[in-house]
């Protein structure tokens, strides 16, 4: 890719095996042994859909949100999360959250945030929080779906990840690049208001609570160029960063006490997939791919935590459908299927 086409698509964000294609049964279902895949479409483009994989039958229904409330899901899907018996899904251009039943991806509620451009969800208790580009966070009532309070952080927030009575946000400054921002906001749940700036890498992007739930992983992506993308670790206790990684990354998805991630170079097309270990705080498997499978472009990672397996989705040039592909503990693939366009969350139904 192209660099100058790789910022296109950049800004249009910030606004052994068979492979299986997609199918729309004739009376859709969805089943507790599969998972959710949000393909995020093209900004703009008023294409984002919801896959469904059927562990079961193997089946791929390619637009099960569709197939179920009979419309389309929006524009720009940036976010799924599961909490409770529900399905959460940030429509980030469509400015709306669609609030499903978990089970049978029906609509039980939409709520607008017109003017707001969210982008990523979190919850704690009865509350949900939703980061938004206009650089506020809002907290919303998930028994009413009403928005009850909204707070001030920094640019264009984006990841966001709750423990200790605290809520934790990345920062981007992705519209004002290339002056992206460098802190993350510390916001006490009770209160609702921001008791710190903590200063990380430019650029911070996506914030993950470690198994242990006591250790904050952010990944930063630096400007794409010059400086690379990074993971620190934010200590909860004194928030502040206690440790910063010499390698790049993207994304992450945690199984045990295993961090596995991707990286990919937009300049030189170049990516890796690895695996680091949370206890040693070291890489210890820099080629987790061992059967010569390739990407165009690797999108998203997940673990399934039932079994290990990990799903790893490839965007290929960024505006046709995307497949994801799983691969056992070895590396090895086990079997991949086509889903919609750029293909990110994904979400386990065990």
Not at 181 to 206: E, Q, Y
Not at 263 to 279: G, K, P, R
């Amino acid at each position: 890719m192209k660099k100058s086409l790789f910022v296109l698509i950049l800004l249009a964000v910030y606004m052994t095996a068979c492979h299986k294609k997609p199918v729309t049964p004739d009376n859709p279902a969805v089943e507790r042994n599969g998972m959710y895949i949000l393909n995020e479409g093209v900004w703009n483009y008023n294409n984002s859909t919801i896959s469904f994989y059927n562990f079961n039958s193997n089946e791929v229904t390619s637009d099960i949100f569709t197939a179920v409330n009979n419309r389309g899901l929006g524009d720009t899907g940036n976010d799924l999360q599961p909490y409770g018996s529900r399905l959460y899904c940030v429509v980030n251009t469509s400015e709306n959250i669609q609030v499903m039943d978990l089970y049978t991806a029906k609509v039980i509620g939409t709520v607008p945030l017109i003017g707001k451009s969210p982008r990523r969800i979190c919850f704690s208790g009865s509350k949900a929080y939703v980061s938004c580009f206009d650089g506020t966070v809002v907290r919303i009532d998930t028994a009413s779906f009403a928005v009850e309070a909204t707070v001030t952080v920094g640019p264009n927030p984006e990841g966001v990840c709750i423990v200790n009575g605290k809520l934790y946000v990345a920062n981007t400054g992705g519209y004002n690049a290339p002056d992206y921002g460098t802190t993350v906001s510390v916001i006490d749940l009770a209160s609702f208001a921001v008791t710190k700036n903590i200063t990380v890498a430019m650029n911070p992007s996506r914030l993950y609570l470690a198994p242990n739930q006591q250790d904050i992983y952010l990944i930063s992506n630096g400007d794409y160029y010059t400086v690379s993308s990074c993971l620190q670790k934010i200590s909860p206790f004194t928030d502040e960063v206690v440790k910063t990684y010499d390698f790049e990354l993207n994304n992450l998805s945690f199984y045990g006490n295993s961090a596995y991630f991707y990286s990919y170079n937009f300049s030189t097309e170049e990516y890796t997939i690895q695996i680091f270990d949370l206890a040693t705080e070291m890489v210890v498997n820099n080629q987790f791919i061992t059967d010569g499978t390739t990407f165009d472009v690797p999108y998203g990672i997940a673990v399934n935590p039932q079994n290990g397996d990990v799903y790893i989705s490839d965007a290929h040039n960024f505006t046709v459908n995307g497949d994801v592909y799983c691969f056992d503990q070895s590396g090895k693939k086990k079997f991949s299927f086509e889903v919609g366009v750029n293909p990110s969350g994904m979400v386990f139904l065990n």
